[in-house]
C-alpha cells in the first residue's frame, strides 16, 4: 500500500478523475456548506497536526466559526464529524495527505417529529488540488412526501452494498455506506423513515470487487459505525454500535441466469432479455434490504429491490398514493408510474416492498418492462422470503 494515498497508488490513479469530480459534490445539501449555518472549517496533516491557541478556539466559537493553522502544536479540540473519526479511520480514507474538514452543528428536527440533522465533509489534497472527499450526513429519511424515494434509493440502496455485521442496521460498499439510527435516541414520525447516517465517497456506483475496493469498503464501514456513533454521543444517549470483525467483503457480479433470475427460484427471465442483461449482481442479503441490479459488464439495466425493514419501507410509502395504474394482490398493493414499479405487501414481519426500476432501454422490451416484471418478482421473491404464496394482477389499464 502507497504511503501516499493509504489506499494504493494504481488505486489512486484510478479514482483521481472521480475524486476531483466528487470534490463539487455537494452530497443533497443545496448551495453546499458555505450557505449552511453552523458550519467550522479545519484544516489539518495527518503528520503535522496543529489548531489555534485555545483562546482563540474559544473566541471564534462564539462567531460560529473555528480557525487553523498548520504548524507542530498538538492538536486541540474534537475529532472530525462530532469527534467521532478516529486517526486510524482518517488514514485509511486518505493516507498522509493534507485535509479540509467543513462540519455542521448537529440539530434535532424543530418541528418534533424525530430524528437529526447535519452534515460533515472531509476533503483532501495534493498539493492545492482537491484529491478524494468523504461526505457523512444525518438526516431522517422522507416517507411522507416522497423526497427521498429516488434519490437516496439510486445511492445507497444498491447490488453493490451489503450489510456491514450482526446488530449494524444498514448497509456498505466501497463507495457508500449508512446505518439507521436508534429510535429511542433519535425518535420517529409515523410516517418516516429510519433517521440515517450515511456516507458517500466519490460517483456511486462505480464498486467492484477488487482488493482496492475491499480496503475502500472496510475504511467507509469503519466511518460509518464512528460517525453514527458519535452522533449518538452527541444527542447525549447510551449504547454504541460494535465494530464488525471481520468487515465483509464487496460483491462480484455473476452470469445472469435465466432460470432463477436474481437468484430467486420460480422466477424466469424472458428469453428475449437475457442477451442485454447477461450479467448480474445481488447485494445486500440478511440485510434491511436485499437488490438485485442486471444488465452489462458496467452499468445496470434493471434494478429489483425487496426492503423487508418495514421502518426503511416507509421511503416508497407515497409512491402508494401517488398517479399511477393500480396493481392489486393476494396481500397487498402497488402502482406502476413509468420505469418504476412499487408493491407492498402484509407479511407475518411487518410490510415488506417490493421495487423494480428499469434503469436503461432494453431494445426487446417494451416501455413498461417494471409492470412486465413486477408480478413475477413478487410472487418468487414473496416465496423465498417466507412471506407467500403471493399472487399479483398486472397493472390496470
Known amino acids: 500500500m502507497s504511503e501516499e494515498s493509504g489506499i ?73 464529524c462530532w469527534d467521532s473519526l478516529s486517526g486510524t479511520t482518517l488514514s485509511e480514507l486518505f493516507g498522509d495527505r493534507r485535509t479540509e474538514v467543513e462540519e455542521q452543528v448537529l440539530q434535532g428536527d424543530p418541528l418534533g417529529r424525530g430524528g437529526a440533522y447535519g452534515q460533515c465533509r472531509i476533503t483532501s489534497y495534493r498539493d492545492d ?73 466519490g460517483p456511486a456506483g462505480y464498486d467492484g470487487a477488487t482488493d482496492y475496493d475491499r480496503e475502500d469498503l472496510a475504511a467507509l464501514t469503519r466511518t460509518v459505525v464512528e460517525a453514527a456513533n458519535g452522533v449518538v454521543r452527541d444527542f447525549g444517549c447510551s449504547g454504541a454500535y460494535r465494530m464488525p470483525d471481520p468487515v465483509p467483503g464487496p460483491v462480484a457480479r455473476q452470469d445472469t441466469r435465466a432460470d432463477a433470475f436474481c437468484g430467486i427460484e420460480g422466477f424466469t427471465l424472458p428469453a428475449a432479455y437475457l442477451k442485454e442483461l447477461p450479467r448480474t449482481r445481488v447485494g445486500g442479503d440478511g440485510g434491511p434490504a436485499r437488490v438485485c441490479e442486471a444488465g452489462g459488464s458496467f452499468d445496470p439495466a434493471v434494478r429489483l429491490t425487496t426492503v423487508t425493514d418495514p421502518v426503511l419501507s416507509e421511503v416508497f410509502a407515497s ?63 414473496a416465496e423465498r422470503i417466507g412471506c407467500g404464496p403471493e399472487r399479483v394482477a398486472g397493472p390496470e389499464a
Open 8 to 80: 494504493g497508488e494504481d488505486r489512486v490513479a484510478a479514482v483521481e478523475d472521480q475524486d476531483t469530480a466528487a470534490a463539487g459534490r455537494e452530497a443533497s445539501t443545496e448551495g453546499g456548506p458555505e450557505r449552511v449555518p453552523g458550519f467550522r472549517r479545519l484544516l489539518r496533516h495527518r503528520t503535522a497536526l496543529a489548531v489555534t491557541a485555545t483562546g482563540l478556539v474559544g473566541a471564534l466559537l462564539g462567531a460560529g466559526a473555528v480557525a487553523w493553522r498548520t504548524d507542530t502544536l498538538p492538536l486541540v479540540g474534537p475529532a472530525p
Open 319 to 381: 409512491r402508494m398514493l401517488k398517479a399511477g395504474r393500480t396493481v392489486k394482490g393476494t396481500k397487498g398493493s402497488g402502482s406502476v408510474d413509468g420505469s418504476r414499479a412499487v408493491y407492498r405487501a402484509r407479511c407475518q414481519t411487518g410490510p415488506v416492498v417490493f421495487v423494480v426500476d428499469q434503469l436503461d432501454r432494453i431494445e426487446h422490451a417494451s416501455a413498461d418492462l417494471a409492470g412486465r416484471l413486477l408480478p413475477g418478482y413478487v410472487a418468487a421473491e
Open 129 to 201: 488540488r482537491a484529491r478524494r472527499q468523504v461526505t457523512v450526513r444525518v438526516h431522517q429519511l422522507d416517507g411522507l412526501r416522497g423526497t427521498d424515494e429516488g434519490d437516496w434509493p439510486r445511492e445507497f440502496l444498491t447490488a453493490g452494498m451489503v450489510p456491514p455485521g450482526e446488530g449494524l442496521p444498514g448497509l456498505v460498499s466501497p463507495s457508500r455506506a449508512w446505518l439507521a439510527l436508534p429510535q429511542s435516541c433519535v425518535g420517529r414520525h409515523e410516517f418516516t423513515g429510519p433517521t440515517v447516517v450515511d456516507v458517500a465517497m
